[in-house]
């Protein structure tokens, strides 16, 4: 079992920044690949950034070159850090990992970017 649990969100006006971390527990050895998702209103849910097994990243066209994603090993946490917010950045973010072929979400923290 593995429990994702996200914090982080808020308001925020257009132009700044925010940080969202999602802290993992539970069994959290071996975890393949963690990684943030958003869902705005009406729209589907979108890869936001997420971890390769190589030591590397990945993002979605939205966050390119304006939000970066890192991960503290020592207490288990994955940081997704974003600059330069816009209106359509806002969306309830959700954390995700896999762990032995399953997949595990937080309960997700809403982004709010006012104009």
């Known amino acids: 079992q593995v429990q994702l649990a996200e914090s982080g969100g808020g308001l925020v006006q257009a132009g700044g920044s925010l940080r969202l971390s999602c802290v993992a527990s539970g069994d959290t050895i071996c975890i393949s690949a963690r990684g943030w998702y958003r869902q705005a209103p009406g729209k589907e849910r979108e890869l936001v950034a997420a971890?390769?097994?190589?030591?590397?990243?990945l993002y979605g066209d939205s966050g390119k070159g304006r939000f970066t994603i890192s991960r503290d090993n020592d207490k288990n946490t994955v940081h997704l850090q974003m600059s330069g917010l816009k209106p359509d950045d806002t969306a309830v973010y959700y954390c995700?990992?896999?762990?032995?072929?399953?997949?595990?979400w937080g309960k997700g923290t809403l982004v709010t970017v006012s104009s």
């Open positions: 995700h990992a896999n762990h032995y072929g399953r997949d595990y």
């Open positions: 971890l390769t097994r190589g030591g590397g990243a």
